[in-house]
């Protein structure tokens, strides 16, 4: 219903379905289309409690924890630069530890996120220049939506990273 963040969302160049709470809205809406509301509504939650495997049209769920496992996991024997935004000091400080020692050619850096605001603007003006200063190949934003993605929108551009991507609660989870 927003119309600047969908806008968003279409800009991005990839989109995952990251959680079972898309797979029961798209469900919803294919069945809505076809049948009452309220039909629509008690034949998409008996599939979605009882037959999750049938919900449509998305046949698997990639969450951010498990696509960023794997990104790090392919790109941890490479000379890669990871920068981490989100979280606080001290999870940032202690994931990028773990990072380095797990795959010592990997370089990363990161900062809490601070205050990001919903149109993606940070409360500190040196965020931008410093995460394209560093130049990362990849950007793993841990803001929560619509930050993240409003903030990679915004400066995607300025940011210089060849990969940005949202990633929720991510790299809490990681640290």
């Known amino acids: 219903t927003d119309p600047t963040y969908h806008q968003i969302l279409e800009a991005a160049e990839l989109r995952t379905v990251d959680g079972s709470g898309l ?5 919803f809406l294919i069945r809505k289309a076809e049948q009452p509301a309220l039909l629509a509504l008690l034949s998409s939650s008996l599939i979605f409690f009882l037959a999750p495997q049938r919900l449509r ?3 698997e769920v990639a969450t951010g924890i498990d696509l960023t496992q794997e990104l790090l996991r392919r790109l941890g024997s490479r000379r890669v630069r990871v920068f981490l935004l989100g979280s606080n000091d001290e999870q940032i400080s202690r994931l990028k530890k773990s990072l380095s020692h797990r795959y010592p ?5 990161g900062v809490d996120g ?6 993606g603007s940070p409360d500190n003006p040196r965020l931008v220049s410093r995460i394209s200063r560093f130049a990362p190949d990849l950007l793993l934003v841990g803001c929560g939506a619509p ?7 915004r400066y995607r551009k300025l940011l210089k990273a060849r990969l940005a991507i949202g990633v929720g609660g991510t790299l809490d989870f990681l640290s």
């Open 23 to 27: 797979r029961f809205a798209a469900e």
């Open 57 to 59: 049209p998305f046949p």
């Open 105 to 109: 050619r990997m370089i990363v850096d």
């Open 114 to 119: 601070g205050a990001i605001s919903d149109d």
């Open 147 to 153: 930050k993240q993605e409003a903030f990679i929108y």
